[in-house]
Nanobody, 120 residues
Framework: QVQLVESGGGLVQAGGSLRLSCAAS????????MGWYRQAPGKQRELVAH???????NYADSVKGRFTISRDNAKNTLYLQMNSLKPEDTAVYYC??????????????WGRGTQVTVSS
């Protein structure tokens, strides 16, 4: 079991920046991939970015060039630096380890989420 706790969300004006953190604990050795997902009201949860054990990174097209995912293995912490934020980035952001979403069912380990609100 992996436990994940997100922090760093908040209210920011369009064009601003936020940095999300995700502290992992428990069976860290079992983690092959970690990622950030987000879910806006009335929408499905979607991938924002993920990073594999080997360091391969993937971003959603909507955040490429604006968001950066990184990790600090010594601190067991995952980060998401979000720059040039837009109102459409408003959502609850979730950290996940070994995630999978199948027919609306969430597999893997998930945090409780942190709210990001971008005002226009």
């Amino acid at each position: 079991q992996v436990q994940l706790v997100e922090s760093g969300g908040g209210l920011v004006q369009a064009g601003g920046s936020l940095r999300l953190s995700c502290a992992a604990s428990g069976s860290i050795f079992s983690i092959n991939i970690m990622g950030w997902y987000r879910q806006a009201p009335g929408k499905q949860r979607e991938l924002v970015a993920h990073i594999t054990r080997g360091g391969t990174i993937n971003y959603a097209d909507s955040v490429k060039g604006r968001f950066t995912i990184s990790r600090d293995n010594a601190k067991n912490t995952l980060y998401l630096q979000m720059n040039s934020l837009k109102p459409e980035d408003t959502a609850v952001y979730y950290c996940a380890a070994n995630p999978a979403i199948v027919s609306g069912i969430y597999f893997g380990s998930w945090g409780r989420g942190t709210q990001v609100t971008v005002s226009s």
